[in-house]
Structure formats: C-alpha cells, structure tokens
C-alpha cells in the first residue's frame, strides 16, 4: 500500500514508479543511448579530417577552429530552429546538431594529439620508408590516441547531457521524461530520468577509459633507453632497425 501512495502523494523517490513506468524509461534509455553514440561517432568521422585540414598550414587552423567555436557559441534552440529546415522534425535534427557541438572539442583533441607526436618518433618511420599516409595510420595516429580518446571522453560526456535538449522535438531520450514531469510536476519522473542521465555519463566515461586503455598500453608500459633515459616503448618499436 505504502508503494501505492508514493505515487499518489508525487513523492521524489517512488518504487512504484518504477514498476509501473519500467518499459517507457528503457525506451527513453535506449534512445538516449543511441543518440549520444550516433552523435560521437560522427562527430569524430568529421572532426579527423577537419583536424588534418587545421594541421596542413596556419592559414586552415584559424578558419577551421572559429568555426567550429561559433558552432560551439550557438545556443542550442536557435540551431535547432536553423537545422529544422533541413531535417524536419526527426532524430537526424537532434544528432546533426549534436554533431556540430562536439567538433570543437574532437577536432582541438586530434590536432593536440598529433602535435603531441615526438619529433624522433616521425624521423625514424621517414628513415624506414613510411610515406605520408603509412605515417599517419601506422605511427602519428596510435600516439596520438590518447589525446583522441580523452577528447572523445569529454565530447561523449557533454553529448550525454545535450542529448536531454532534443525533448523540445520530441527526440530527447531521457530529457523528455525530464520535460514532461516538469510540466506535470511530476517528481519521481524527474529525479529518476535526471539520475539516469548522470549514469549513462558515469558508465559512458568508464567505458571509454576502458577502451583507452586498452588501446594504449604504450602508455603505462615504459622502457629504460640506453643512457639511463625513459622513452615511450611504442616510439622505441618505431625507432628499431626493420
């Protein structure tokens, strides 16, 4: 009975909330989830090669990085309004936009990664024979991942939260339980749609550190150089006779 009244009394925490709504808050989750990942994965496909054009010559670094900070300064009613146009009322609307915030992040990541590559490191892939392209793929691009993922880090998180905003067009996950119990003052909707949100960033970061850890073990793995010096045993690796 005490389960019962905690709905009827719209009390902040409430078992049978979930019991009775269990259903409507995975498909919130799920379509929370779906759209941040979309949103990420694209956002990174477009922000590579932006961050390779950056790189090219200082003449592409300031056009492409103010862009993508106006992108970034656009408050996100008024984007969503310019890309309605375009996309209509549908999820393309919601990860389009998404996309275009995470690029000032992603692309700043990539570029500070591939900066972050050691001089050495290069000279020795150009003394073995790497052309430009076995380079980038083969040496710049795996040193450069911790950076990329630490990007890719902060864009998921941020991602996770702006997500919710996608509610004013019915494409929101978990942010439109948040606005419909606003609207209806309805607290046990609101405090667990918001809790759940905070999750997904929490077990987003995780996940992703995971991966970044798995993909570098370069990074904890250190090896003694002759001389007494410490270096990276992946720049080692490049550096060794073929």
């Not at 862009?67 to 146009?85: D, G, K, Q």
């Not at 919710?164 to 209806?184: E, H, N, P, Q």
């Amino acid at each position: 009975m005490d389960q019962v009244n905690c709905l009827v009394a719209n009390e902040w925490v409430c078992p049978e909330y979930f019991e009775t709504r269990s259903q409507e808050l995975i498909d919130a989750t799920v379509q929370h989830v779906w759209i941040t990942a979309a949103s990420v994965v694209i956002g990174l496909l477009v922000a590579f090669p932006l961050a390779l054009l950056a790189r090219a010559g200082k003449g592409f670094a300031g056009p492409v990085l103010g862009l993508t900070t106006a992108l970034y300064s656009i408050p996100s009613l008024a984007m969503f309004s310019l890309l309605l146009p375009v996309f209509g009322l549908s999820p393309a609307l919601v990860i389009t936009g998404l996309v275009l915030y995470s690029l000032t992040i992603l692309v700043r990541n990539v570029m500070a990664g591939l900066a972050a590559v050691p001089a050495e490191a290069r000279e020795a892939a150009r003394g073995l024979g790497y052309g430009p392209g076995r380079l980038l793929w083969e040496v710049e691009l795996p040193l450069a991942l911790p950076a990329i993922l630490a990007g890719v880090r902060i864009a998921t998180v941020s991602t996770v939260a702006l997500t919710t905003v996608g509610a004013i067009v019915d494409y929101g996950g978990l942010g439109g339980l948040i606005m419909d119990g606003l609207d209806s003052d309805f607290k046990a909707q609101v405090l667990t749609a918001s809790v759940l949100c905070v999750a997904l960033a929490i077990v987003a970061d995780l996940l992703l550190l995971l991966l970044q850890r798995l993909l570098t073990p370069w990074t904890r793995v250190r090896a003694e150089a002759p001389g007494g010096r410490i270096r990276d045993s992946r720049i080692a690796k490049v550096a060794e006779p073929a």
